[in-house]
Structures are given as structure tokens and as C-alpha cells.
């Protein structure tokens, strides 16, 4: 067993709808025609005040093993990533192990990474399975930015949404289904691109941190919130995910033309198009799925995928690009067969 496939995908959104018109009706100074036309989102599903993203992905998980029948006695790793847990300590993945009354022998850990988060645990699942460390792995991507943006900021809020994603991969030995290969990468230079500057031991939350402020364009937010440096992450992962994604089709002897679909980070309207440009990707090779969601940080590509499946536009031996880019800065890129 070298390597992996993905046995199921389920998502979860909350259930409360945030659309462009109310956010007109509280904001009537902002754009919203111009942000929809950059975003491609038109609503975003945000997580109720005592919901977190331990909420949302227990929620997920259950959806997942109710609609796929899926014995939790097969277990054998948690892989629960996020940025936005429930504590400190202890983690999610040890909360959704007590909840699912998961094996004793079970690994389970947390993953904080935001938007590549999906295809990075992935590579951790194919690493576990190589060494038979274990073979079923559920991996649960979830978040809350929601509860990171501050209301006045336009710059994030009209942007992303909150969501939980849950799947069940498993060991596999032959490549006609699973992961063929992936490529990740880091550029921690670039990290202050994208940064919630308090709440860590660096920097603890007090008042000081609370207190709003406008930037240069006018976007309200504290040192509690995110800061995020839009055009320079996306000017920085414009000149690498293309490169990244031809020398991982490359070194498999294969041309972008020669894959089914691609599945980006669902970041915004603006980054896919870019994206699907500079590879040379007609658009019925490309997902676009976040219109009524906003991009769902690490439940974004899972998100994406599992509606592809659903809707019947990736079927089995389909050869897909998961394409995961964000906090860090951080990139992954999965070559698989489904």
C-alpha cells in the first residue's frame, strides 16, 4: 500500500445566509456590484455565534457516514484541520474522536493550515498509509473566519464564508483509483501577507488589540481580525501555482490538457480566472462552486469536490488537479485519479 483514494466526500454549511443585498442594506457606501464581479461570490453561509468549526465538521462527518454507510470501527486516523479550534488545548481531532467513539488504537491530531490545508492532508494521509500506519483516514477540514473579520472590513467579509468538509480515504496499492502525486510548498517570507496579528502567545488579545482602525482604503478591523494583503497573495501565487502544476504533470508525462478537471482553492473569481489563463484551461475543465458559498478556507476544495460528484461532472478514472494555495504563504498540488 503506497498511496491513497478517497472513498467519500460530504460537506456541511451552516445554516444561516449572509447575501450580497443585506450586505448592501447594513453597508450602502460599498460596491457591492463591483465585489460581486471580483469575489464571484453572491452569498456565504456563516456559522451562528455558539457554532464553531468543531460544530461543523462533527456535522459533516455524520452526514458522511450516514450517507455512505461507513463503518467508524474501520477507523484508524484523525486528521482535523483548521485554523479556528474550539481551545488551545485540547485539540479537535481528540474532541471528534471522543464524539464518534472512535478506537482507542486511533490516531487523531490537528492541522493548522488554512487554504491548502485539503491537498497537505492529503500528502499526510499517503504518507501514513505508505508506512501502514494506518488505512482508513478521515480527514475533516473546517472553519470559522467569520468570527476573524470584523463587520466593516469589505475587503474580507464580502469575501469568505464558514463550512466543514469530512472524508474517508483509504490505502491503495494501484494507481487506476487514488493519489499518483503531489508537490508542496512554502514561502514563510511572505507570511505577514495574510495574518490575525493577535490572539497567540505572541501577541495575547487585549483591549489595545480590540480597538478598530481604518486602513488606507477604508476597511475597518483590529489587530484581532485578519489582515489580509489581497493582491500580494494573489499577484505571489499567480507566478507559482501554474509553474508548480506543470512540473507535477510534467515529471507524470502529462500536459494540463491531458487532465478531466481542476479543482483550485475556491479563493475568489479573480485568483481561478487568473489561474485558469495562464494554464490554458477551457471552462468545462475548471470547478467553479462558491457563488452561494464564499470560499471556505480548508472546506473549500472538498466542498467543491464532493458537488462535482454529486452533480455527476467527475466520475470514477476521472484524472483531476486538486490545487490548494493560502496562509503561509502555503501550496499544495495533488495529481489523483477518482
Excluded at 473549500?300 to 490545487?323: C, E, H, N, W, Y
Aim: hydrophobic share 40%.
Amino acid at each position: 500500500m503506497n498511496s491513497i483514494k478517497i472513498v467519500a466526500v460530504s460537506y456541511y454549511l451552516p445554516e444561516r445566509v449572509v447575501t450580497n443585498e443585506d450586505l448592501a442594506r447594513e453597508y450602502p457606501d460599498w460596491d457591492i456590484p463591483k465585489l460581486s464581479r471580483k469575489t464571484g461570490v453572491s452569498a456565504r453561509h456563516i456559522a451562528e455565534e455558539g457554532e464553531t468549526a468543531f460544530d461543523l465538521g462533527l456535522r459533516a462527518c455524520n452526514k458522511l457516514i450516514e450517507n455512505h454507510s461507513i463503518d467508524t470501527a474501520t477507523i484508524d486516523a484523525v486528521v482535523f484541520c483548521t485554523q479556528t479550534p474550539d481551545y488551545i488545548m485540547p485539540y479537535n481531532a481528540a474532541l471528534l474522536h471522543g464524539e464518534l467513539g472512535l478506537r482507542r488504537d486511533v490516531r487523531a491530531f490537528d492541522i493548522s493550515l488554512a487554504c491548502s490545508g485539503y491537498t497537505y492532508c492529503l500528502d499526510v494521509a499517503r504518507g501514513m498509509a505508505a508506512t501502514g500506519a494506518a488505512q482508513n483516514i478521515l480527514i475533516v477540514t473546517a472553519d470559522t473566519y467569520s468570527k476573524l473579520i470584523h463587520p466593516g472590513d469589505r475587503s474580507v467579509r464580502t469575501l469568505f464564508g464558514d463550512g466543514a468538509a469530512a472524508t474517508l480515504t483509504t490505502a491503495t496499492s494501484a494507481h487506476e483509483r487514488g493519489v499518483i502525486d503531489v508537490s508542496c510548498g512554502t514561502y514563510g517570507l511572505g507570511a505577514d501577507r495574510f495574518i490575525v496579528e493577535a490572539g497567540g502567545c505572541r501577541t495575547p488579545r487585549d483591549i489595545a488589540t480590540r480597538m478598530p482602525f481604518h486602513d488606507a482604503n477604508g476597511n475597518v478591523r483590529s489587530r484581532d481580525h485578519i489582515r489580509m494583503d489581497g493582491l500580494g497573495v494573489l499577484s505571489f501565487f499567480n507566478s507559482t501555482i501554474p509553474q508548480d502544476i506543470c512540473s507535477l504533470l510534467a515529471r507524470n508525462d502529462l500536459a494540463p490538457k491531458d487532465v478531466t478537471g481542476y479543482v483550485f482553492h475556491q479563493a475568489s473569481e479573480m485568483a481561478i480566472g487568473t489561474l485558469q489563463k495562464a494554464l490554458k484551461l477551457e471552462d468545462g475543465m475548471v470547478v467553479r462552486a462558491f457563488s452561494d458559498t464564499g470560499n471556505l478556507v480548508s472546506a473549500s476544495i472538498p466542498t467543491a469536490l464532493a458537488r462535482s460528484i454529486d452533480d455527476g461532472r467527475f466520475k470514477q478514472g476521472d484524472l483531476l488537479v486538486l490545487s490548494g494555495f493560502g496562509v503561509g504563504l502555503s501550496w499544495s498540488n495533488v495529481l489523483m485519479r477518482y
